[in-house]
């Protein structure tokens, strides 16, 4: 894989800011679930909503998809179901896991992915909007945490701190 | 302002799709704001948290901020409470207004800015950071109306759609 690409455009971003960004999210996330009564992350819902332990391992899934799509091209459905147990030792192991994975592969990404296109489970886009889709996704479930934290009386980690 | 960096470095996101991202997020926040009962965006509230409409006035203020930042430079904290009222069409008007001023103007951004770090009224940060965290602030408030719709038996927009 080619690491720099030579073509004069703007840079907006590197890969390396990329990566600190999405860490800094996994990072406030992983505070998220710790910061949940244990018998409340996988239980706990408003208005019909997902548990946030449940809403955790779907951008768990997302977030090994999105890796592995970047790095090899494919981009398989997750079993969405499997492996994914309502206990926070698990989910919290994963989520590590994958943050090293994280780490250590993603700089590895052929910068040509960002620009072209990709079939996700979800539909066609570019490797950019594939990677910020998943980063996104997570800010918007953590962020519907947040509430379920407020109702439960407990005060959340903050927003701005990576 | 120089349009185009000529430097070779990888092009993860170029401005136009960083503009085309801003946007689609605010274009789902507008149908966000619309999707409330208009006697609870201002008064609906779960856990002591501010209503979804103030939270979406704090998005305009950070996004007007932001834009005006990396035009100018300057990020002179808003005056938060100045013209924030609690009327959905004044918020809707004012929305539509950045919207306009957004799409005529963020591609005039120099580029070199995004790399420079800034001195915004939440911290030091480059102007990457301080244009992706007013995306994030937007996506991790409208997670947290999302719950309060839902707690109103109201379905909310789909989130991938934009």
């Given at each position: 894989?080619?690491?720099?690409?030579?073509?004069?455009?703007?840079?907006?971003?590197?890969?390396?800011?990329?990566?600190?960004h999405?860490?800094?999210h996994?990072r406030?996330?992983?505070?998220?679930?710790?910061?949940?009564?244990?018998?409340?992350?996988?239980?706990?819902?408003?208005?019909?909503m997902r548990?946030?332990?449940?809403m955790a391992?779907e951008?768990?899934q997302?977030?090994?998809l999105?890796?592995?799509?970047?790095?090899?091209g494919?981009?398989?459905?997750?079993?969405?179901?499997?492996?994914?147990?309502?206990?926070r030792?698990?989910?919290?192991?994963?989520?590590?896991?994958l943050?090293?994975?994280?780490?250590?592969?993603?700089?590895?990404?052929?910068?040509?992915?960002?620009?072209q296109?990709?079939?996700?489970?979800w539909?066609?886009?570019?490797?950019?909007a594939a990677a910020?889709?998943?980063?996104?996704?997570?800010?918007?479930?953590?962020?519907?945490?947040?509430?379920?934290?407020?109702?439960?009386?407990?005060?959340?980690?903050?927003?701005?701190e990576?």
């Amino acid at each position: 894989m080619t690491q720099t690409e030579t073509v004069s455009k703007p840079v907006v971003v590197t890969p390396e800011q990329l990566l600190a960004h999405w860490q800094g999210h996994r990072r406030l996330t992983r505070r998220m679930i710790e910061a949940f009564p244990e018998d409340q992350l996988f239980s706990f819902s408003i208005g019909g909503m997902r548990p946030f332990g449940v809403m955790a391992w779907e951008m768990q899934q997302v977030s090994a998809l999105t890796l592995t799509g970047l790095l090899s091209g494919e981009w398989p459905e997750p079993n969405w179901r499997g492996g994914v147990s309502p206990d926070r030792g698990e989910l919290l192991s994963a989520w590590d896991d994958l943050t090293a994975q994280i780490d250590r592969e993603f700089l590895k990404v052929d910068t040509a992915f960002y620009a072209q296109q990709h079939a996700l489970p979800w539909g066609e886009m570019s490797g950019w909007a594939a990677a910020i889709y998943c980063i996104d996704n997570e800010i918007h479930h953590r962020g519907e945490g947040y509430v379920y934290l407020r109702a439960l009386g407990i005060e959340p980690p903050a927003f701005y701190e990576r």
